[in-house]
């Protein structure tokens, strides 16, 4: 299963265990989206896979209806993104367990622990079609946008980052596509430490840490017309965030 989601980082194992570390403390990567959301979808079919409908439930202790199902998308929603995120390697293993024939039935009787927070941040973290559901839901969506990413303590340049891999049409900057390659090359090293990387110069760092997006800065060239305009909106949400 592990070796399944490696292949799709091309193999490459460290880089998958950065990405499962990250998942379970909620840690949002801006060099390295795309793979993340890779990961996740991988997770969210390998569990729809292995535990269909109605082979596994949840409770929510905090409705007074607690034993009483609810809509099943909704469950899944809140539920699921916790599991492959937080809880992963348990996930694993009740799919793979080996149950006495006659012990079959415990397999359809699953249960999930729920958190409809961790699992709304999951989402918003690493499935961006999250981010595009929330701005395209009403008129005020990138409001509301700003708002849900300063819940989930994303500053402005996470959610462009964001919006430039969303909306991307030609290749990144030459100093974007090299920090990659040396954060890369780091993580593929084995090393345990990862910020700050004493070898490079102290604003290249900065970046490495905190991303190539400011919200003082232009909008990247490389995404299409719409993003730009996502782009300039959310400044704008962010600028009266903190005015």
Partial sequence: MIGEQVKILGGNKELYNRIDNNMKNGVFDHFFIREHCAIFSWRETFVSKHFPDNSWFTVDFDDEDEFEAEDGSQEFAATI????????????????????????????????????????????????EAAMTMKKTNGDGLQSLEWESSSMEMEFSDVAHMFAVMYQT????????????VLLRHISSGSTS???????PKGINKKAGTGMYNIEGAA????????????????????????
Avoid: C
């Fill in 81 to 128: 993104p916790f599991q492959i995120t937080r809880h992963f390697d348990r996930v694993m293993a009740l799919a793979s367990a080996n149950v006495h024939a006659e012990l079959t039935w415990l397999k359809q009787q699953v249960y999930f622990e729920k958190n409809e927070l961790l699992s709304e941040e999951a989402e918003w973290k690493y499935k961006w």
């Fill in 170 to 181: 030609g290749p990144k900057k030459l100093e974007e596509m090299a920090l990659k390659a």
């Fill in 194 to 200: 990862f910020l700050p990387l004493d070898y490079l």
């Fill in 220 to 243: 990247p060239n490389n995404i299409s017309d719409e993003g730009k305009e996502v782009f300039e909106r959310m400044r704008e949400a962010f600028n009266k965030k903190s005015s």
